[in-house]
């Protein structure tokens, strides 16, 4: 059995849509960056990659790929989920931690699990999400951005 972890943060700007975890949360501000920004989602495919021993996210979709723009994170993680298995693992359970000082994730708790279960073709309790945040500390607190991390097990 393999432990991997994946850390992400992106910068909140107006004009773009919120995407955490393969879904669309109504607020104010989104993401920035090259594909559609999606924190949670590119938290989980650094630490599959890096239970797996691939590398890391920027080294299998460089940003720099114009096939990449505004793609959507769950594409990345489904071929995430295809390299794992090429190597001959499964996945046993991915944990998460979102930090935001804003929007309430709660209530999209459910529908991100489920997305993010059949990306990566597992049940969905073996996939939790957890959010918190910075108590109004540092750049996640101020609400300049929001930060993601993930723990997954293969075998
Ligand atoms: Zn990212």
Do not use: W
């Not at 975890?21 to 924190?39: E, Q, W």
């Not at 505004?70 to 090429?86: F, G």
């Not at 931690?97 to 597992?122: C, D, H, Q, S, W």
């Amino acid at each position: 059995m393999r432990i991997g972890i994946g850390y992400d943060v992106h910068r909140l700007v107006a004009g773009r849509k919120l995407v955490l975890g393969g879904t669309t949360i109504p607020f104010g501000k989104g993401l920035l960056g090259h594909s559609d920004a999606d924190v949670l989602t590119h938290a989980v495919c650094d630490a599959l990659l890096g239970a797996a021993g691939l590398g890391d996210i920027g080294q299998h979709f460089p940003d720099t790929d114009p096939r990449f723009e505004n793609i959507s994170s769950l594409t990345l993680l489904a071929d995430t989920k295809t390299l794992v298995r090429q190597k001959g693992f499964s996945i046993l359970n991915i944990d998460t931690t979102i930090f935001a000082e804003a929007p309430k994730i709660g209530p999209y708790r459910n529908t991100m699990r489920e997305i993010l279960a059949a990306a990566v073709e597992v049940n969905p309790e073996c996939i939790n999400i957890k959010a918190t945040t910075t108590e109004g500390l540092g750049v996640i607190g101020r609400g300049e951005g929001i930060a993601a991390m993930s723990v997954v097990l293969i075998d």
